[in-house]
C-alpha cells in the first residue's frame, strides 16, 4: 500500500488509505481473539523497477519537489523481510 500515488492516481491512494485502515480494523479484532495472525499494510514508495514505473522527467520532479527517490528492488525486499520478521 502506499499513501500517496502518484499524479493522477487519487483511486490508487484511496485504495490503499482503504488497505490500512483494514489492517488497522483485522489487528483489532486480532487483540480481541477474534483473528488470529497479524494483518500488515506497508506504504511502499514508488519502486526503480516494477510495472509502476514513470518516465525520468517525472522521477526528477518527483525528487526535487518531495525529496523522494524511487526504492529499489533489493532495499525494498530487505525492507519487506524485516517487517515480515517483527
Known amino acids: 500500500a502506499g499513501a500517496f500515488g502518484n499524479v493522477g492516481q487519487s483511486d ?5 488509505a482503504w488497505m490500512d485502515l483494514y ?5 483489532d479484532l486480532l487483540s ?3 483473528r488470529k495472525g497479524l494483518s500488515l499494510s506497508i506504504n511502499w514508495p514508488l519502486w526503480s523497477e ?5 518516465d525520468r522527467e517525472v522521477e526528477k520532479r518527483m525528487e526535487s519537489q518531495t525529496g523522494l527517490q524511487p526504492l ?3 532495499d525494498g525486499i530487505t525492507a519487506f523481510d524485516v517487517l515480515l520478521s517483527q
Open 32 to 34: 480481541q481473539g477474534k
Open 50 to 54: 516494477g510495472g509502476m514505473r514513470v
Open 72 to 74: 529499489s528492488t533489493t
Open 23 to 27: 489492517a488497522e480494523y483485522r489487528n
Open 12 to 16: 490508487y491512494s484511496s485504495g490503499n
